[in-house]
């Protein structure tokens, strides 16, 4: 599915990963950016589609293929981690390659058939230092001064991980908002919720920045491990129970690998009244 619609519309895919829901763009044959007037319109649950992220689809020179991702609010974001894995599987699928690279804002990404039907990503290396992150100001990740004392990591977006005693009897609807927008996150941040299970096993829940709560995330996954071997709760290898599912982070010495599945749910064509519209 390469070609935009032309004068029928605009050709879009739907996937997820655990249920984290993605409206995909393929822009490999042409096309501009996407004002963010018409990603927020797609991202309406009742008047467009719906999605926790949109991902563009674009060539690369040196890759094979560049990804570009939008939250539901029409923001940019840097990185989004099953995003990034739907559309791996659907590259490979489509060449028949088991390997590949993929442009993003937080670098050139690998990606990999992990085998049974599962998707490997490389998230690179995890961004501890508080300009990094970014944070406002000079401050300890591992221990930011904030109520409840949450660890801040950046996996190309900001991250802000809480231990809880139990993820599910968090708010998160009121919770997650209230720390999106903290001031000590400039650029605003996802914000997780988690528990411990056991020492290679995680509960999280996640308000994703510019879009709220959602089934699963994977940068969001690949913080919270990250924040759980860093404080010596886990080591550095664990599966995390998200509401959508389960999915395997292994943070290894060239980054974060991201292992799990995707769907690759329909395929849809935006009309030209619609896309006028916005």
């Keep these: 599915m390469r070609k935009m619609a032309g004068s029928d519309g605009l050709a879009f895919m739907k996937m997820h990963g655990l249920g984290n829901d993605f ?3 393929d822009r490999r044959g042409g096309g501009g950016p996407l004002a963010a007037g018409l990603v927020a319109a797609v991202a309406d649950r009742h008047r467009g589609v719906g999605f926790d992220q949109l991902a563009v689809i674009e060539p690369a020179e040196g890759a094979d293929a560049r990804l570009t991702f939008y939250n539901a609010d029409g923001s940019a974001s840097a990185a989004c981690g ?3 894995r739907c559309i791996a599987r659907h590259l490979m699928d489509e060449t028949g390659q088991v390997a590949l690279t993929l442009v993003t804002e937080r670098g050139t990404l690998r990606a990999e058939d992990a085998g049974g039907g599962l998707t490997s990503v490389n998230m690179g290396a995890p961004i501890v230092d508080w300009a990094g992150v970014p944070l406002a100001e000079t401050v300890d990740t591992l221990h930011l001064p904030i109520e409840g004392d949450p660890v801040a990591t950046g996996m190309g977006n900001p991250h802000c991980t809480f ?3 139990d993820a599910e009897a968090v708010d998160l609807g009121r919770f ?3 720390h999106e927008h903290h001031a000590l996150f400039p650029e605003r941040t996802n914000v997780q919720v988690a528990h411990v299970i056991g020492p290679d096993r995680l509960r999280m829940r996640v308000w994703e920045r510019g879009t709220g709560i959602t089934l699963a995330s ?3 996954s690949c913080a919270v491990a ?3 071997a860093r404080r010596g709760l886990t080591g550095r290898r664990v599966r995390i129970v998200l509401d959508g599912g389960e999915i395997d982070i292994d943070w290894r010495g060239d980054g974060v690998w991201m292992t799990g599945p995707t769907a690759h ?5 935006f009309t030209p009244a619609f896309l006028e519209g916005t």
């Design 23 to 25: 409206v995909v763009i």
């Design 82 to 84: 099953n995003a990034t």
């Design 163 to 165: 231990f809880v005693a």
């Design 176 to 178: 997650g908002p209230a």
């Design 218 to 220: 994977g940068s969001s």
């Design 226 to 228: 990250v924040a759980a």
């Design 265 to 269: 749910v329909f395929d849809g064509v």
